[in-house]
């Protein structure tokens, strides 16, 4: 049986998602293709993310051999963040995933627009009225 916490899957779909999983990683795998990053520029750029978050995220991505982190010794400390060759390469699969979700979304609009009727306002005169019967 595989051991997660070790970093042993018998399947490489599995491994990656293992890599890559998370609510935030894709899109600071985004961020991060663009050049190195300071915390601070990450923080502003994801929109919704918690330091917390974003720091255990890095982290995690860190230990994964994606993330490479710089901490520069000077007062205020400064840290960089950039990817790492094993994190460019993830960029074909981010990409990807991209691409995938764009056409997911498309496909998904037009079965939704076909299901759902429209809605046409009927206006109030030419509805009937309604009777209350009582019994």
């Known amino acids: 049986m595989p051991n997660p916490a070790q970093g042993c899957f018998d399947c490489p779909v599995e491994t990656t998602l293992h890599v890559i999983s998370g609510r935030w990683k894709t899109v600071v795998l985004f961020h991060l293709f663009d050049g190195t ?18 720091t255990q995220q890095l982290r ?3 230990r994964d051999g994606v993330v490479r982190r710089r901490v520069y010794p000077q ?11 094993l994190g460019h390469s993830l960029k074909p699969v981010v990409e990807a995933m991209s691409r995938w979700g764009l056409r997911h979304n498309q496909v998904t609009a037009r079965q ?3 299901r759902m009727p429209h809605r046409v306002e009927v206006p109030a005169e030419a509805r009937p009225a309604l009777s209350v019967r009582r019994g």
Do not use: D, H, W
């Open 112 to 114: 939704r627009s076909r």
């Open 75 to 85: 007062v205020p400390p400064k840290v960089e963040y950039s990817l790492t060759s």
């Open 37 to 54: 990053k300071r915390f601070s520029e990450l923080l502003r750029a994801m929109g919704g993310i918690t330091q917390k978050m974003l």
């Open 60 to 62: 995690e991505m860190e």
